[in-house]
């Protein structure tokens, strides 16, 4: 019993001493209860962008040149590419409609007062009045759908020497489409899109051969702007399959060449030999599946 009573009697600072690992929990769950509103501050900053989400879709395409390149390449243009839907936006999907509702009750009450000899009625009459306010926001006619995404070609052939073989090209895509839009005389799950759009493409250090020496093409950028046009068929009530056509100009514009070894010189001769711009003008046919973002997230 003794025994016991010593231990109660230990001292709070021994007891913290014995227990290091109560401390540090506490002192971390401060901090996460701390950061918390932060984190779900950033949260909520990201809803916004997640609610525009309308779907997905992934296409491969065939392109062929129809112009830009010096020798005629009639060889296909393999291209594929993946893009998120934001949208559709426009319409009156932003109008904001207000509707009140009134609802009025009365009753009519009689007392009588029988105390004295000549005994009266007195009426009375409550009127009671409910009022509702509502604000909702008027959905459809929204027409405008954005595409952000990638795409990417290992088999852009600019005709054009020394490049007569295939160049990798691709990057960032984005395109606004107007839509859909129903076809006369055809079945309601058919469907057209019409739009514009590009991708933002690059040549990165493209090695070659001119004359006997070896060159090296600096990185390059540019937009290549691009015409849509898209038939879509339902095949289910989230998932649609595309045909899809579009025309594209690609134009690099300021090429820069450098010798591959170090040491060596471009002769004027031969740097008057390679092209100071690539340009291809280009026809492609694309098959896509798209899916909206009920069907990839049920509950979305």
């Given at each position: 019993?003794s ?15 014995r ?14 209860s ?6 779900r ?7 916004p ?9 992934v296409?491969?395409?065939?392109g ?12 296909a ?9 934001y949208g559709?936006?426009?319409?009156r ?10 609802v009025?009750?009365s009753?009519?009450t ?13 009426r ?13 926001k008027?959905?459809?006619?929204g ?11 290992s ?9 007569r073989q ?11 489409l107007?839509g859909?839009?129903?076809?006369p005389l ?7 899109y ?28 540019t ?22 056509t579009?025309y ?5 514009g ?28 280009s ?13 990839l997230l049920p509950?979305?």
């Open positions: 019993m025994a016991w009573k010593n231990a109660c009697r230990l001292p709070a600072s021994c007891c913290a001493r227990s290091p690992s109560g401390a540090v929990f506490l002192l971390l769950l401060l901090v996460a701390a950061h918390a509103p932060v984190a501050a950033q949260l909520n900053a990201l809803t962008t997640f609610a525009s989400l309308n779907g997905a879709a296409w491969g395409s065939l062929f040149a129809t112009g830009g390149a010096r020798t005629a390449d009639d060889r243009q393999t291209r594929w590419g993946f893009a998120a839907f559709p936006f426009g319409g999907g932003d109008t904001l409609v207000t509707f009140t509702q009134t009025s009750d009753a009519d009689t007392v009588s007062d029988a105390s004295g000899p000549g005994s009266r009625r007195v009375q009459r409550a009127h009671t009045t409910h009022q509702l306010r509502g604000d909702t008027r959905l459809g006619g027409k405008v759908t954005l595409l952000v995404g990638y795409q990417h070609s088999f852009y052939r600019f005709g054009t020497p020394p490049f295939a160049v990798p090209v691709g990057g960032a895509f984005v395109a606004a107007l859909p839009y129903p076809l055809a079945p309601r799950r058919l469907a057209w019409g739009g514009v759009g590009g991708t933002v493409v690059r040549l990165s250090d493209l090695a070659t051969r001119a004359d006997t020496l070896a060159v090296a093409l600096s990185t390059e950028r937009f290549a702007p691009e015409g849509i046009l898209m038939l879509t068929y339902n095949v289910a009530p989230s998932y649609r399959v595309y045909l899809g579009s594209q100009y690609l134009r690099f300021s090429l820069a060449w450098r010798a591959v070894q170090p040491g060596d010189r471009i002769p004027a001769t031969v740097l008057g030999t390679l092209p100071q711009q690539l340009e291809l003008q026809l492609h046919f694309s098959l896509g599946f798209s899916f909206t973002a009920n069907g509950g979305r």
